[in-house]
């Protein structure tokens, strides 16, 4: 199962010689690789999986895909017993 979740770009490093980022996923921080979006600016949003931030979006796009994250946890649909994937492993 992929899970892409969207965070907010906090800083931006050159580590290693590759474009990183500490991104702010809904409260908690994750470091990911800037490659495939070199563009973005730090207040933007963007969506991260697998330690690579994939897109840029908008606040709006970002907002309502946290919205649904927290439906989905409401409803139950997770197990119980089931760990949630944190931020840092996706």
Same mark, same amino acid.
């Given at each position: 199962m992929c899970l892409?979740?969207?965070?907010?770009l906090l800083e931006r490093t050159v580590e290693n010689g590759l474009n990183m980022g500490t991104i702010d996923v809904n409260g908690s921080k994750t470091r990911a690789c800037l490659e495939y979006v070199p563009d973005i600016k730090i207040g933007q949003y963007t969506i991260v999986h697998a330690g690579?931030?994939?897109?840029?979006? #908008? /606040? $709006?796009?970002?907002?309502e895909s946290l919205k649904l994250w927290q439906e989905l946890?409401?409803?139950?649909?997770?197990?119980? #017993? /089931? $760990?949630?994937?944190s931020p840092e492993s996706l």
């Open positions: 892409a979740i969207p965070g907010r690579f931030a994939l897109k840029i979006i #908008d /606040e $709006e796009e970002a907002a946890i409401e409803s139950g649909a997770f197990d119980a #017993d /089931e $760990e949630l994937p």
